[in-house]
T-cell receptor, first 113, second 107 residues
Framework: NAGVTQTPKFRVLKTGQSMTLLCAQD?????MYWYRQDPGMGLRLIHY???????AKGEVPDGYNVSRLKKQNFLLGLESAAPSQTSVYFC????????????FGQGTRLTVV | RKEVEQDPGPFNVPEGATVAFNCTYS??????FFWYRQDCRKEPKLLMS???SGNEDGRFTAQLNRASQYISLLIRDSKLSDSATYLC????????FGKGNQVVVIP
């Protein structure tokens, strides 16, 4: 049972390049989330999804887009990467939004130069 | 006001000692409360849920005070392996994370 898997684990981008981060979960969870974690800032919610075909904005959505075409996958896209998007990105899933824990992927370390 | 506030520390704790820290939350309608542990360069993992009646898991005790809107975590008989960042997490319509309390257990 893999849980939550993120790909890639590391990436270096040049400013202006685009990329997609993939999150896959095999626990049949309804809710999925993308967070970024920066030193001194804690985890901040970028976007989330409450089910297949739905997405919603979190605290810091600007510069990112997401899609949830299949229940098990949640994609995070950067259309034109900026150095301010250098961060560690974590995907998480949970069976419900409020009352239960969230399970995290191992993270993607993204550097934009 | 931040949704969840924690004093980041670091908290330098002698091995075998007890350490306690709190976090405060701003949304009185929050429904769920957790402590997560995050090791350096790793993903957060659930340490324990927090209930109004308080709960204990081995050397770890968590308390929730709804009236004052704070959550506490106490670690007894600290081990070197307890060195990590402890994240306070509050759930309402989404999970909100504090910045974490960094704990360093010193031999």
């Amino acid at each position: 049972n893999a849980g939550v898997t993120q790909t890639p684990k590391f990436r270096v981008l040049k400013t202006g390049q685009s990329m997609t981060l993939l999150c896959a979960q095999d626990m049949n969870h309804e809710y999925m989330y993308w967070y970024r974690q920066d030193p001194g800032m804690g985890l901040r919610l970028i976007h989330y999804s409450v089910g297949e075909g739905t997405t919603a904005k979190g605290e810091v959505p600007d510069g990112y887009n997401v899609s949830r075409l299949k229940k098990q996958n949640f994609l995070l896209g950067l259309e034109s990467a900026a150095p301010s998007q250098t961060s560690v990105y974590f995907c998480a899933s949970s069976p419900s939004r409020v009352v239960t824990e969230a399970f995290f992927g191992q993270g993607t370390r993204l550097t934009v130069v | 006001r931040k949704e969840v506030e924690q004093d980041p520390g670091p908290f330098n704790v002698p091995e075998g000692a007890t350490v306690a820290f709190n976090c405060t939350y701003s949304n009185s309608a929050s429904q769920s409360f957790f402590w997560y542990r995050q090791d350096c360069r790793k993903e957060p993992k659930l340490l324990m849920s927090v209930y109004s009646s308080g709960n204990e898991d081995g050397r770890f005790t968590a308390q929730l005070n709804r009236a004052s809107q704070y959550i506490s975590l106490l670690i007894r008989d600290s081990k070197l392996s307890d060195s990590a960042t402890y994240l306070c997490v509050v759930g309402n319509n989404r999970l909100a994370f504090g910045k974490g309390n960094q704990v360093v257990v010193i031999p």
